[in-house]
Protein backbone atom coordinates (compact mmCIF):
# COMPACT_ATOMS: atom_id res chain seq x y z
CA UNK A 1 0.00 0.00 0.00
CA UNK A 2 1.15 3.40 -0.97
CA UNK A 3 1.97 6.03 1.87
CA UNK A 4 0.93 9.71 1.60
CA UNK A 5 3.44 11.94 1.31
CA UNK A 6 3.47 15.35 3.34
CA UNK A 7 4.90 18.09 1.11
CA UNK A 8 6.75 20.75 3.66
CA UNK A 9 8.50 23.49 2.30
CA UNK A 10 11.13 26.03 4.36
CA UNK A 11 12.42 29.45 2.64
CA UNK A 12 16.02 30.44 3.47
CA UNK A 13 19.37 32.34 2.48
CA UNK A 14 22.72 30.42 3.05
CA UNK A 15 23.38 32.17 6.76
CA UNK A 16 19.88 30.42 8.02
CA UNK A 17 20.74 27.15 6.83
CA UNK A 18 22.25 26.09 10.61
CA UNK A 19 19.00 26.96 12.00
CA UNK A 20 16.92 25.31 9.68
CA UNK A 21 19.05 22.07 10.69
CA UNK A 22 17.67 22.76 14.02
CA UNK A 23 14.32 22.99 12.69
CA UNK A 24 14.32 19.89 10.95
CA UNK A 25 16.02 18.16 13.78
CA UNK A 26 13.19 18.25 15.66
CA UNK A 27 10.60 17.90 12.75
CA UNK A 28 11.72 14.49 11.94
CA UNK A 29 12.57 13.54 15.66
CA UNK A 30 8.74 13.88 16.46
CA UNK A 31 6.95 13.62 13.41
CA UNK A 32 4.81 9.96 12.73
CA UNK A 33 6.71 7.01 11.04
CA UNK A 34 3.32 6.19 9.06
CA UNK A 35 3.65 8.90 6.64
CA UNK A 36 6.49 9.72 3.87
CA UNK A 37 7.72 13.38 4.04
CA UNK A 38 9.03 15.57 1.14
CA UNK A 39 11.10 18.35 1.89
CA UNK A 40 11.86 21.44 -0.40
CA UNK A 41 14.07 24.23 0.72
CA UNK A 42 13.60 27.34 -1.74
CA UNK A 43 16.68 29.00 -1.32
CA UNK A 44 19.25 31.81 -3.48
CA UNK A 45 22.91 30.94 -3.19
CA UNK A 46 22.93 28.58 -0.45
CA UNK A 47 26.64 27.15 -0.70
CA UNK A 48 27.08 23.66 -1.93
CA UNK A 49 28.54 22.29 2.05
CA UNK A 50 25.85 23.60 3.57
CA UNK A 51 23.38 22.11 1.25
CA UNK A 52 25.33 18.22 1.10
CA UNK A 53 24.88 19.12 5.47
CA UNK A 54 21.16 19.41 4.99
CA UNK A 55 20.73 16.56 2.76
CA UNK A 56 22.32 14.14 5.48
CA UNK A 57 18.89 14.20 7.08
CA UNK A 58 17.24 12.12 4.26
CA UNK A 59 16.23 8.66 5.23
CA UNK A 60 13.88 6.19 3.75
CA UNK A 61 10.81 8.31 4.26
CA UNK A 62 12.85 11.43 4.24
CA UNK A 63 13.62 13.39 0.66
CA UNK A 64 14.97 16.70 0.80
CA UNK A 65 15.22 18.86 -2.32
CA UNK A 66 17.01 22.08 -2.76
CA UNK A 67 15.45 24.78 -5.07
CA UNK A 68 17.13 27.76 -6.05
CA UNK A 69 15.02 30.32 -7.05
CA UNK A 70 17.16 32.82 -8.34
CA UNK A 71 16.14 33.31 -11.59
CA UNK A 72 11.92 32.82 -10.16
CA UNK A 73 12.75 36.20 -8.21
CA UNK A 74 15.22 38.24 -10.32
CA UNK A 75 11.76 38.68 -12.33
CA UNK A 76 10.19 40.87 -9.33
CA UNK A 77 13.23 41.48 -7.30
CA UNK A 78 12.73 45.06 -7.71
CA UNK A 79 9.33 45.16 -6.48
CA UNK A 80 10.19 42.66 -3.18
CA UNK A 81 10.34 45.42 -0.12
CA UNK A 82 12.27 44.52 2.80
CA UNK A 83 13.19 45.80 5.65
CA UNK A 84 16.03 45.35 9.17
CA UNK A 85 16.63 41.82 8.96
CA UNK A 86 13.54 40.47 6.33
CA UNK A 87 15.22 39.01 3.24
CA UNK A 88 13.84 38.52 -0.07
CA UNK A 89 13.41 34.56 0.91
CA UNK A 90 10.72 35.82 3.07
CA UNK A 91 8.26 36.38 -0.05
CA UNK A 92 9.40 32.33 -1.18
CA UNK A 93 6.25 31.03 0.52
CA UNK A 94 3.75 33.61 -1.97
CA UNK A 95 5.23 30.86 -5.17
CA UNK A 96 4.31 27.25 -4.08
CA UNK A 97 0.98 26.94 -5.23
CA UNK A 98 2.23 27.82 -9.49
CA UNK A 99 5.54 25.97 -8.45
CA UNK A 100 4.22 22.96 -7.56
CA UNK A 101 0.54 22.54 -9.37
CA UNK A 102 1.14 18.29 -8.30
CA UNK A 103 0.06 18.98 -4.70
CA UNK A 104 -3.18 19.55 -3.40
CA UNK A 105 -1.91 21.02 0.04
CA UNK A 106 1.42 21.78 1.79
CA UNK A 107 2.93 22.75 5.10
CA UNK A 108 5.53 25.84 4.79
CA UNK A 109 7.46 26.38 8.28
CA UNK A 110 10.08 29.48 9.18
CA UNK A 111 13.14 27.78 10.27
CA UNK A 112 13.63 30.08 13.32
CA UNK A 113 11.05 27.01 14.92
CA UNK A 114 11.37 23.96 17.09
CA UNK A 115 8.55 21.42 16.28
CA UNK A 116 7.66 19.27 19.25
CA UNK A 117 4.71 17.66 18.21
CA UNK A 118 3.64 15.58 15.30
CA UNK A 119 3.36 17.56 11.81
CA UNK A 120 0.99 14.96 10.40
CA UNK A 121 -1.54 16.54 12.82
CA UNK A 122 -1.00 19.83 10.98
CA UNK A 123 -1.25 18.87 7.51
CA UNK A 124 -4.31 16.36 8.48
CA UNK A 125 -6.34 19.49 9.86
CA UNK A 126 -9.70 19.70 7.47
CA UNK A 127 -9.12 23.23 5.01
CA UNK A 128 -12.51 22.77 3.63
CA UNK A 129 -12.14 26.07 1.18
CA UNK A 130 -10.21 27.84 3.12
CA UNK A 131 -7.06 29.31 1.28
CA UNK A 132 -4.72 28.89 4.73
CA UNK A 133 -4.93 27.42 8.24
CA UNK A 134 -2.53 29.22 10.80
CA UNK A 135 -2.16 30.67 14.24
CA UNK A 136 -3.17 34.40 15.27
CA UNK A 137 -0.23 36.39 15.76
CA UNK A 138 0.78 37.05 19.56
CA UNK A 139 2.80 40.03 18.50
CA UNK A 140 -0.96 41.56 17.13
CA UNK A 141 -2.88 39.97 19.79
CA UNK A 142 -1.32 42.14 22.96
CA UNK A 143 -0.33 45.34 21.43
CA UNK A 144 -3.19 47.88 21.00
CA UNK A 145 -0.86 50.07 18.04
CA UNK A 146 -0.91 46.43 16.31
CA UNK A 147 -4.58 45.91 16.58
CA UNK A 148 -5.39 48.63 14.89
CA UNK A 149 -2.83 48.21 12.37
CA UNK A 150 -4.01 44.49 11.06
CA UNK A 151 -7.67 46.25 11.03
CA UNK A 152 -7.23 49.84 9.44
CA UNK A 153 -4.62 49.32 7.17
CA UNK A 154 -4.21 45.38 6.75
CA UNK A 155 -8.12 45.34 6.34
CA UNK A 156 -9.07 42.24 8.28
CA UNK A 157 -12.35 42.34 9.89
CA UNK A 158 -10.86 41.47 13.35
CA UNK A 159 -7.47 41.86 14.57
CA UNK A 160 -7.92 38.36 16.10
CA UNK A 161 -8.17 37.04 13.06
CA UNK A 162 -4.25 38.14 12.02
CA UNK A 163 -2.64 35.27 11.39
CA UNK A 164 1.57 35.00 11.86
CA UNK A 165 2.50 33.52 8.23
CA UNK A 166 6.13 31.32 9.56
CA UNK A 167 3.39 28.25 10.28
CA UNK A 168 0.98 27.70 7.50
CA UNK A 169 -1.25 24.83 6.10
CA UNK A 170 -1.46 26.23 2.42
CA UNK A 171 -4.74 24.64 0.52
CA UNK A 172 -2.62 24.94 -2.93
CA UNK A 173 -6.07 23.76 -5.16
CA UNK A 174 -7.79 26.48 -3.69
CA UNK A 175 -5.23 29.16 -3.70
CA UNK A 176 -4.86 28.30 -7.60
CA UNK A 177 -8.35 28.54 -8.27
CA UNK A 178 -8.05 32.29 -6.48
CA UNK A 179 -5.53 33.34 -8.66
CA UNK A 180 -3.15 33.97 -5.58
CA UNK A 181 -0.03 34.64 -7.34
CA UNK A 182 -1.58 37.11 -9.63
CA UNK A 183 -3.77 39.06 -7.22
CA UNK A 184 -0.30 38.79 -5.06
CA UNK A 185 1.85 40.41 -7.70
CA UNK A 186 -1.15 43.15 -8.39
CA UNK A 187 -1.23 44.20 -4.93
CA UNK A 188 2.92 44.10 -4.70
CA UNK A 189 2.50 47.03 -7.52
CA UNK A 190 0.08 48.76 -5.77
CA UNK A 191 0.12 48.65 -2.07
CA UNK A 192 3.36 48.57 0.19
CA UNK A 193 3.04 47.07 3.17
CA UNK A 194 6.12 48.18 5.32
CA UNK A 195 5.55 46.65 8.82
CA UNK A 196 5.16 42.69 8.29
CA UNK A 197 5.60 42.73 4.64
CA UNK A 198 4.66 39.55 3.03
CA UNK A 199 2.61 38.53 6.00
CA UNK A 200 0.46 41.26 5.58
CA UNK A 201 0.06 40.51 1.92
CA UNK A 202 -1.04 37.39 3.40
CA UNK A 203 -3.61 38.29 5.61
CA UNK A 204 -5.41 40.95 3.26
CA UNK A 205 -5.69 38.19 0.37
CA UNK A 206 -6.81 35.61 2.59
CA UNK A 207 -9.72 37.61 4.19
CA UNK A 208 -12.72 35.86 5.20
CA UNK A 209 -10.74 32.48 3.85
CA UNK A 210 -8.53 31.48 6.83
CA UNK A 211 -9.50 28.74 8.84
CA UNK A 212 -7.52 29.99 12.59
CA UNK A 213 -6.16 27.20 14.42
CA UNK A 214 -4.91 26.93 18.02
CA UNK A 215 -1.66 29.17 19.26
CA UNK A 216 0.04 25.90 20.32
CA UNK A 217 0.87 25.60 16.57
CA UNK A 218 2.66 28.47 16.48
CA UNK A 219 3.46 29.45 20.33
CA UNK A 220 5.85 32.64 20.14
CA UNK A 221 8.37 32.96 23.47
CA UNK A 222 6.16 36.33 25.15
CA UNK A 223 4.70 36.34 27.93
CA UNK A 224 0.85 34.81 27.77
CA UNK A 225 -0.84 33.15 31.14
CA UNK A 226 -2.78 30.92 28.16
CA UNK A 227 -0.17 28.81 27.32
CA UNK A 228 0.52 25.84 28.43
CA UNK A 229 3.90 24.29 28.21
CA UNK A 230 2.68 20.22 27.64
CA UNK A 231 0.36 21.46 24.59
CA UNK A 232 2.86 23.35 22.73
CA UNK A 233 3.12 21.71 19.20
CA UNK A 234 5.31 24.68 17.47
CA UNK A 235 7.93 27.05 19.44
CA UNK A 236 8.15 29.29 16.76
CA UNK A 237 11.51 31.84 17.76
CA UNK A 238 10.21 35.29 16.02
CA UNK A 239 10.81 38.63 15.48
CA UNK A 240 13.94 39.43 17.90
CA UNK A 241 13.38 36.17 20.19
CA UNK A 242 16.30 34.36 19.10
CA UNK A 243 17.70 32.03 21.22
CA UNK A 244 20.91 32.47 19.54
CA UNK A 245 21.16 35.59 20.28
CA UNK A 246 19.82 36.27 23.70
CA UNK A 247 20.42 34.07 27.33
CA UNK A 248 17.03 34.40 28.55
CA UNK A 249 14.26 33.83 25.76
CA UNK A 250 11.43 31.52 26.93
CA UNK A 251 11.38 28.34 25.67
CA UNK A 252 15.01 28.09 24.60
CA UNK A 253 16.09 25.17 25.92
CA UNK A 254 14.14 23.63 23.11
CA UNK A 255 15.87 24.98 20.80
CA UNK A 256 19.47 23.95 22.44
CA UNK A 257 17.80 20.56 23.11
CA UNK A 258 18.30 19.57 19.01
CA UNK A 259 20.63 22.42 18.28
CA UNK A 260 23.20 20.00 20.33
CA UNK A 261 22.33 17.10 17.75
CA UNK A 262 23.29 18.47 14.76
CA UNK A 263 26.75 19.32 13.15
CA UNK A 264 26.02 23.26 13.40
CA UNK A 265 26.10 23.32 16.91
CA UNK A 266 29.52 25.03 17.03
CA UNK A 267 28.91 27.40 14.71
CA UNK A 268 25.57 28.36 16.46
CA UNK A 269 27.66 29.19 19.64
CA UNK A 270 30.11 30.95 17.64
CA UNK A 271 27.33 33.42 15.86
CA UNK A 272 25.78 33.68 19.90
CA UNK A 273 29.71 34.68 21.30
CA UNK A 274 29.82 37.28 18.76
CA UNK A 275 26.45 39.11 19.08
CA UNK A 276 27.73 41.92 20.91
CA UNK A 277 25.35 44.14 23.33
CA UNK A 278 24.70 46.57 20.82
CA UNK A 279 23.08 43.91 18.66
CA UNK A 280 20.89 42.98 20.96
CA UNK A 281 20.06 46.24 21.89
CA UNK A 282 19.18 47.03 18.46
CA UNK A 283 16.89 43.88 18.40
CA UNK A 284 15.24 45.25 21.48
CA UNK A 285 15.18 48.76 19.50
CA UNK A 286 13.52 47.31 16.58
CA UNK A 287 10.12 46.60 17.92
CA UNK A 288 10.06 50.17 18.97
CA UNK A 289 10.29 51.12 15.67
CA UNK A 290 8.14 48.54 14.05
CA UNK A 291 5.51 49.66 16.96
CA UNK A 292 6.30 53.60 15.77
CA UNK A 293 5.64 52.51 11.45
CA UNK A 294 2.46 50.62 12.70
CA UNK A 295 1.18 53.69 14.20
CA UNK A 296 2.50 55.68 11.32
CA UNK A 297 0.48 53.54 8.83
CA UNK A 298 -2.90 53.66 11.39
CA UNK A 299 -2.36 57.72 11.12
CA UNK A 300 -2.44 57.28 7.48
CA UNK A 301 -6.26 56.01 7.64
CA UNK A 302 -9.01 57.99 8.10
CA UNK A 303 -9.74 61.57 7.81
CA UNK A 304 -6.51 62.35 6.58
CA UNK A 305 -7.27 59.89 3.12
CA UNK A 306 -11.18 61.48 2.81
CA UNK A 307 -9.60 65.14 2.57
CA UNK A 308 -6.98 63.97 0.20
CA UNK A 309 -9.25 62.49 -2.28
CA UNK A 310 -11.07 65.57 -1.92
CA UNK A 311 -8.14 67.42 -2.70
CA UNK A 312 -8.22 69.15 0.45
CA UNK A 313 -4.93 67.84 1.95
CA UNK A 314 -2.78 70.50 0.47
CA UNK A 315 -5.20 73.06 2.26
CA UNK A 316 -4.80 71.67 5.53
CA UNK A 317 -0.80 71.38 5.25
CA UNK A 318 -0.96 74.88 5.07
CA UNK A 319 -2.84 75.84 7.38
CA UNK A 320 -1.28 73.88 10.28
CA UNK A 321 2.02 73.52 8.84
CA UNK A 322 3.17 76.67 11.17
CA UNK A 323 2.56 74.60 14.21
CA UNK A 324 3.89 71.79 12.94
CA UNK A 325 7.90 71.70 14.59
CA UNK A 326 8.86 69.48 12.11
CA UNK A 327 7.85 70.67 9.07
CA UNK A 328 8.71 73.99 9.20
CA UNK A 329 11.97 76.25 10.61
CA UNK A 330 9.81 79.72 10.86
CA UNK A 331 9.11 78.96 14.32
CA UNK A 332 10.34 81.86 16.32
CA UNK A 333 12.38 80.77 19.10
CA UNK A 334 11.24 80.75 22.40
CA UNK A 335 11.92 84.15 24.66
CA UNK A 336 12.23 81.98 27.47
CA UNK A 337 14.50 79.54 25.97
CA UNK A 338 16.55 82.62 25.03
CA UNK A 339 16.71 84.34 28.32
CA UNK A 340 17.94 80.74 30.14
CA UNK A 341 20.60 80.81 27.27
CA UNK A 342 22.01 83.84 28.55
CA UNK A 343 21.38 83.16 31.59
CA UNK A 344 23.43 79.72 31.05
CA UNK A 345 26.43 81.99 29.37
CA UNK A 346 26.11 84.54 32.38
CA UNK A 347 26.53 81.84 34.93
CA UNK A 348 29.48 79.84 33.34
CA UNK A 349 31.27 83.13 32.99
CA UNK A 350 30.96 83.52 37.18
CA UNK A 351 31.75 80.00 37.18
CA UNK A 352 28.29 78.82 39.15
CA UNK A 353 27.93 75.36 37.54
CA UNK A 354 25.54 74.51 40.35
CA UNK A 355 23.03 76.75 39.95
CA UNK A 356 20.28 76.56 38.09
CA UNK A 357 19.09 78.64 35.59
CA UNK A 358 15.18 77.78 35.53
CA UNK A 359 13.14 79.29 37.35
CA UNK A 360 12.76 75.94 39.72
CA UNK A 361 9.24 76.13 42.21
CA UNK A 362 9.94 77.57 45.77
CA UNK A 363 11.09 74.95 48.25
CA UNK A 364 8.85 73.00 50.94
CA UNK A 365 10.67 70.68 53.93
CA UNK A 366 10.03 67.40 52.79
CA UNK A 367 9.31 65.80 56.49
CA UNK A 368 9.88 61.89 57.08
CA UNK A 369 5.72 61.40 57.29
CA UNK A 370 5.27 63.18 53.48
CA UNK A 371 7.78 60.31 52.28
CA UNK A 372 8.15 56.67 51.70
CA UNK A 373 11.45 55.99 50.14
CA UNK A 374 11.04 52.20 49.74
CA UNK A 375 7.38 51.93 49.06
CA UNK A 376 6.32 50.21 52.24
CA UNK A 377 2.92 51.09 52.04
CA UNK A 378 0.10 49.52 49.60
CA UNK A 379 -1.15 52.83 48.64
CA UNK A 380 2.34 53.81 47.72
CA UNK A 381 3.15 50.52 45.37
CA UNK A 382 0.43 51.09 43.60
CA UNK A 383 0.72 55.18 43.14
CA UNK A 384 3.83 53.57 41.81
CA UNK A 385 3.18 51.40 39.15
CA UNK A 386 0.39 53.43 38.00
CA UNK A 387 3.03 56.31 37.91
CA UNK A 388 5.80 53.84 36.29
CA UNK A 389 2.81 53.43 33.64
CA UNK A 390 1.70 56.55 32.86
CA UNK A 391 5.41 57.60 32.52
CA UNK A 392 6.46 54.84 30.22
CA UNK A 393 3.22 55.93 27.86
CA UNK A 394 4.40 59.35 28.29
CA UNK A 395 7.82 58.31 26.82
CA UNK A 396 6.53 56.50 23.92
CA UNK A 397 4.73 59.47 23.47
CA UNK A 398 7.77 61.49 23.27
CA UNK A 399 9.72 58.94 21.11
CA UNK A 400 6.70 59.05 18.68
CA UNK A 401 6.80 62.87 17.99
CA UNK A 402 10.21 63.09 17.70
CA UNK A 403 10.29 65.24 20.96
CA UNK A 404 12.99 62.94 22.47
CA UNK A 405 14.97 61.34 20.05
CA UNK A 406 17.80 58.51 20.89
CA UNK A 407 20.15 58.43 18.00
CA UNK A 408 22.54 55.99 19.14
CA UNK A 409 23.78 53.83 21.66
CA UNK A 410 27.84 53.49 22.54
CA UNK A 411 28.64 50.79 25.11
CA UNK A 412 26.01 48.47 25.90
CA UNK A 413 28.47 46.00 26.91
CA UNK A 414 29.44 47.74 29.80
CA UNK A 415 26.56 47.54 31.71
CA UNK A 416 27.56 43.20 31.55
CA UNK A 417 30.15 44.43 34.22
CA UNK A 418 27.56 45.68 36.49
CA UNK A 419 27.13 42.52 38.92
CA UNK A 420 25.40 44.03 41.90
CA UNK A 421 23.48 47.59 42.41
CA UNK A 422 25.55 50.80 40.90
CA UNK A 423 25.09 54.64 41.25
CA UNK A 424 24.58 55.81 37.86
CA UNK A 425 25.28 59.39 37.21
CA UNK A 426 24.85 60.96 33.63
CA UNK A 427 24.49 64.87 32.82
CA UNK A 428 21.74 66.45 33.58
CA UNK A 429 20.64 68.92 30.50
CA UNK A 430 16.70 68.01 30.10
CA UNK A 431 13.62 67.58 32.04
CA UNK A 432 13.54 64.29 29.96
CA UNK A 433 17.06 62.53 30.26
CA UNK A 434 16.35 60.48 32.87
CA UNK A 435 13.53 59.06 30.50
CA UNK A 436 16.75 58.15 28.17
CA UNK A 437 18.47 56.75 31.02
CA UNK A 438 15.60 54.45 31.88
CA UNK A 439 15.10 53.32 28.10
CA UNK A 440 18.12 52.56 27.74
CA UNK A 441 18.81 50.36 30.38
CA UNK A 442 15.56 48.73 30.00
CA UNK A 443 15.67 48.11 26.20
CA UNK A 444 19.26 46.83 27.13
CA UNK A 445 17.39 43.67 29.11
CA UNK A 446 19.38 44.79 32.25
CA UNK A 447 16.63 45.80 34.04
CA UNK A 448 13.72 42.65 34.17
CA UNK A 449 15.34 42.12 37.59
CA UNK A 450 15.89 45.88 38.86
CA UNK A 451 14.94 48.73 39.12
CA UNK A 452 16.43 52.20 38.31
CA UNK A 453 15.30 55.07 41.34
CA UNK A 454 16.26 58.70 40.35
CA UNK A 455 17.37 61.33 42.71
CA UNK A 456 15.64 64.42 42.93
CA UNK A 457 15.56 67.72 43.98
CA UNK A 458 13.27 68.70 47.48
CA UNK A 459 10.94 70.76 45.62
CA UNK A 460 10.77 68.80 42.69
CA UNK A 461 8.91 66.48 45.14
CA UNK A 462 6.72 68.60 47.42
CA UNK A 463 5.46 71.63 45.20
CA UNK A 464 5.91 70.88 41.95
CA UNK A 465 2.77 71.21 40.01
CA UNK A 466 0.39 68.82 37.45
CA UNK A 467 1.22 66.22 35.90
CA UNK A 468 5.08 66.08 35.97
CA UNK A 469 4.39 66.77 40.19
CA UNK A 470 2.45 63.48 40.13
CA UNK A 471 5.83 61.59 38.05
CA UNK A 472 8.26 63.26 40.13
CA UNK A 473 6.78 61.96 43.38
CA UNK A 474 5.68 58.33 42.53
CA UNK A 475 8.21 57.01 39.61
CA UNK A 476 10.54 55.46 41.62
CA UNK A 477 11.98 58.68 43.08
CA UNK A 478 14.26 59.14 45.99
CA UNK A 479 13.76 63.83 47.13
CA UNK A 480 16.62 65.28 48.84
CA UNK A 481 15.48 67.02 51.91
CA UNK A 482 16.30 70.10 54.07
CA UNK A 483 15.05 68.24 56.90
CA UNK A 484 17.72 65.95 58.52
CA UNK A 485 15.49 63.24 59.72
CA UNK A 486 14.45 62.66 56.31
CA UNK A 487 18.05 62.66 54.86
CA UNK A 488 18.91 59.55 57.54
CA UNK A 489 15.83 57.65 56.19
CA UNK A 490 16.88 58.67 52.80
CA UNK A 491 20.54 57.24 53.24
CA UNK A 492 19.28 53.93 55.02
CA UNK A 493 17.13 53.60 51.80
CA UNK A 494 19.84 54.02 49.51
CA UNK A 495 21.83 51.37 51.20
CA UNK A 496 18.89 48.82 51.15
CA UNK A 497 18.17 49.43 47.38
CA UNK A 498 22.11 49.32 46.54
CA UNK A 499 22.41 46.28 48.86
CA UNK A 500 19.24 44.70 46.59
CA UNK A 501 21.50 45.11 43.16
CA UNK A 502 19.36 47.89 41.91
CA UNK A 503 20.75 50.77 40.46
CA UNK A 504 20.29 54.85 41.37
CA UNK A 505 20.59 57.52 38.47
CA UNK A 506 22.03 61.03 40.27
CA UNK A 507 23.10 64.01 38.67
CA UNK A 508 26.55 64.70 40.13
CA UNK A 509 26.47 68.08 38.17
CA UNK A 510 23.93 69.19 40.73
CA UNK A 511 22.17 72.08 38.09
CA UNK A 512 20.47 71.44 35.03
CA UNK A 513 21.36 73.36 32.01
CA UNK A 514 19.07 73.26 28.90
CA UNK A 515 21.10 71.80 25.69
CA UNK A 516 24.23 72.56 27.73
CA UNK A 517 27.09 69.92 25.79
CA UNK A 518 29.68 70.62 28.08
CA UNK A 519 30.64 68.55 31.43
CA UNK A 520 30.17 70.42 34.25
CA UNK A 521 32.56 70.16 37.44
CA UNK A 522 30.85 67.43 40.06
CA UNK A 523 29.51 67.67 43.28
CA UNK A 524 30.62 64.91 46.00
CA UNK A 525 27.41 63.47 46.97
CA UNK A 526 26.86 60.16 44.50
CA UNK A 527 30.21 59.39 44.97
CA UNK A 528 29.77 59.45 48.76
CA UNK A 529 26.80 57.15 48.01
CA UNK A 530 28.91 55.01 46.08
CA UNK A 531 31.98 54.73 48.09
CA UNK A 532 30.07 54.54 51.55
CA UNK A 533 28.15 51.28 50.14
CA UNK A 534 30.92 49.84 48.22
CA UNK A 535 29.54 50.08 44.70
CA UNK A 536 30.86 51.00 41.47
CA UNK A 537 29.41 54.38 39.47
CA UNK A 538 28.92 54.06 35.97
CA UNK A 539 29.07 57.03 34.01
CA UNK A 540 26.65 57.99 31.19
CA UNK A 541 27.44 61.02 29.10
CA UNK A 542 25.17 62.01 26.46
CA UNK A 543 26.15 63.87 23.50
CA UNK A 544 23.95 65.61 21.42
CA UNK A 545 23.40 67.11 17.97
CA UNK A 546 20.88 69.12 16.02
CA UNK A 547 18.33 67.12 14.24
CA UNK A 548 16.25 68.33 11.28
CA UNK A 549 12.57 68.61 13.55
CA UNK A 550 12.07 71.79 14.97
CA UNK A 551 10.48 72.00 18.02
CA UNK A 552 7.25 74.26 19.81
CA UNK A 553 10.39 76.45 21.11
CA UNK A 554 12.11 77.76 17.70
CA UNK A 555 15.13 75.51 18.85
CA UNK A 556 15.80 71.88 16.65
CA UNK A 557 15.37 68.72 18.19
CA UNK A 558 18.73 67.28 19.69
CA UNK A 559 19.65 63.58 18.49
CA UNK A 560 21.33 61.96 21.16
CA UNK A 561 24.16 59.88 21.50
CA UNK A 562 24.29 57.77 24.81
CA UNK A 563 27.81 56.89 25.91
CA UNK A 564 27.87 54.37 28.52
CA UNK A 565 31.01 54.22 29.84
CA UNK A 566 32.86 51.48 32.11
CA UNK A 567 31.68 51.66 35.68
CA UNK A 568 34.47 52.60 38.19
CA UNK A 569 34.34 50.51 41.13
CA UNK A 570 35.75 51.61 44.70
CA UNK A 571 39.36 50.67 45.20
CA UNK A 572 39.13 48.16 48.59
CA UNK A 573 42.27 49.00 49.87
CA UNK A 574 41.19 52.76 50.72
CA UNK A 575 38.93 54.99 52.93
CA UNK A 576 35.39 56.13 52.01
CA UNK A 577 37.14 59.51 51.54
CA UNK A 578 40.01 58.47 49.37
CA UNK A 579 37.73 56.48 46.88
CA UNK A 580 34.74 59.44 46.77
CA UNK A 581 37.84 61.99 45.52
CA UNK A 582 39.03 59.34 43.06
CA UNK A 583 36.22 58.32 41.48
CA UNK A 584 34.31 61.53 41.22
CA UNK A 585 37.57 62.38 39.38
CA UNK A 586 37.85 59.55 37.11
CA UNK A 587 34.32 60.12 36.37
CA UNK A 588 34.91 63.41 35.12
CA UNK A 589 37.90 62.84 33.19
CA UNK A 590 35.69 60.29 31.44
CA UNK A 591 33.57 62.43 30.45
CA UNK A 592 35.77 64.81 29.31
CA UNK A 593 36.88 61.96 27.04
CA UNK A 594 33.69 61.23 25.37
CA UNK A 595 32.82 65.18 25.31
CA UNK A 596 36.22 66.03 23.54
CA UNK A 597 35.88 62.54 21.35
CA UNK A 598 32.21 63.29 19.93
CA UNK A 599 32.82 67.15 19.42
CA UNK A 600 36.37 67.16 18.37
CA UNK A 601 37.28 70.26 20.59
CA UNK A 602 38.83 70.65 23.76
CA UNK A 603 36.93 71.11 27.11
CA UNK A 604 37.24 75.09 28.14
CA UNK A 605 34.70 77.31 29.91
CA UNK A 606 33.93 80.32 29.55
CA UNK A 607 35.07 81.21 33.55
CA UNK A 608 36.47 84.50 34.69
CA UNK A 609 38.74 83.39 37.61
CA UNK A 610 40.23 85.62 40.25
CA UNK A 611 43.30 85.91 38.48
CA UNK A 612 42.21 86.61 35.12
CA UNK A 613 40.28 89.66 37.22
CA UNK A 614 43.37 90.85 38.15
CA UNK A 615 45.59 91.11 35.28
CA UNK A 616 42.78 93.08 33.52
CA UNK A 617 42.78 95.42 36.11
CA UNK A 618 46.88 95.46 35.70
CA UNK A 619 46.39 96.24 31.76
CA UNK A 620 43.96 98.93 32.31
CA UNK A 621 46.50 100.20 34.55
CA UNK A 622 48.74 100.35 32.42
CA UNK A 623 46.95 101.72 29.64
CA UNK A 624 45.90 105.19 31.78
Known sequence: ????????????????????????????????????????????NVEEDNIKKIKKFEKSNVNIEFVDLNYYIEKIKDKLYTRDYYSSSTYFRLFIPELYPQYN??????????????????????????LVAAAPDDIIQFNKVFQDYAEKVVGVAKYQNYFNAGVLLMNLDELRKF???????????????????????LNRLCKGRTKIIGRQWDVMPIVNEDTKEENIKIVHYNFAYKPWHFEDVPYNEYFWKYAKKTEFYNDILKEKDSYTEEDRFKDRENENVLRELAQKECDCVGDDRY???????????????????????????????LEILEEIERLEREGKFDVDPEKDPPTIELTPDKVDYLKSKGTSRLMTRFANKAGELFLNELLRKNKLIIKQV?????????????????????????????KVLRSSGKMKKRKLYKVIREGNYTNFPGFYGFLFRNCDTLPLSSNLKTMSIFMKAVTEILNKGNYILIYPEQSLWWNYRKPKPLKNGAFK???????????????????????????????????????????????VKQNEEIMKEKNFETWKEIYEDFYKIPLTYTTITKEQVIDDEREADNLL
Open 307 to 337: LAEKGMIKKLYEKTKSKLGSSSNNVEKSPDR
Open 1 to 44: MNRETIPIFFAIDNGYTKFLAVALQSLLDNASKEYDYSIKVLHT
Open 410 to 438: NGVENLNLLTKGAIITCNHFNPFDSFTVE
Open 529 to 575: LAAKNNVPVLPIFITMQDSDIIGDDGFPVQEYIVNIAQPIFPDENLN
Open 179 to 201: HFQDKFCYLLGTVKYSVAQDQDY
Open 105 to 130: KAIYLDSDIIVLGDISELYNIDLKKN
